[in-house]
C-alpha cells in the first residue's frame, strides 16, 4: 500500500481534512508568488513542503502509517509557523495576502494539534497502524 492509499483508507472529517491540507499546501506558495513582498514565502512554503512531502514518504517506508510520521511536521512546519506569523504581522504585507498566510497558519496550526497529539500518543505506547 502506497502512502497515498494509507492517507485515503480514512473516511469521513480525516479525508475532508487531507483535501483541505493538500490544497493549502499547493496554492499558498501559488498566490503568495504574486506579491513582491510575498515572494521569499512562497519559496520558503514551497521548498518546506517538498521536504515535507519528501520525508513523509521516506519515513512511511521506514516506519509505516503510524502516528510517528507527525514527527516530520512537527519538526519542519513549528519553525515554519513561527516564521509565517512573524512575516502575517509585518507591515509590508498587504491584506489580501496576510490573510492568506494567516489561514495557511491556522491550517498549520491545527495540524501540528494533530500532529503533536499523535506524536505524544505513539512516545506513550500507541504504535499500532492507523489504517482502517
Given amino acids: 500500500m502506497t502512502f ?3 492517507m485515503f ?7 475532508i481534512w487531507f483535501y483541505w491540507l493538500g490544497l493549502a499546501i499547493v496554492a499558498t506558495p501559488v498566490v503568495l508568488v504574486f506579491s513582491k513582498a510575498t515572494r521569499r514565502d512562497a519559496l520558503i512554503v514551497l521548498l518546506t513542503n517538498i521536504c515535507v512531502i ?9 516506519i509505516g502509517y503510524v502516528r510517528l510520521l507527525g514527527i516530520v511536521h512537527v519538526f519542519l512546519w513549528t ?3 513561527a516564521y509565517l506569523w512573524g512575516r502575517a504581522k509585518s507591515g509590508e504585507i498587504t491584506l489580501p495576502f496576510r490573510s492568506v ?3 495557511f497558519v491556522a491550517t498549520l496550526l491545527v495540524s501540528l494539534t494533530l500532529d503533536y497529539v499523535d506524536v505524544a500518543r505513539y512516545l506513550l505506547g500507541e504504535r499500532d ?4
Fill in 4 to 6: 497515498h492509499d494509507a
Fill in 9 to 15: 483508507s480514512h473516511t469521513g472529517w480525516i479525508q
Fill in 54 to 62: 519528501a520525508s513523509m514518504g521516506w519515513l512511511y517506508r521506514q
Fill in 79 to 81: 519553525p515554519l509557523v
Fill in 101 to 103: 498566510i494567516w489561514l
Fill in 129 to 132: 497502524s492507523m489504517i482502517q
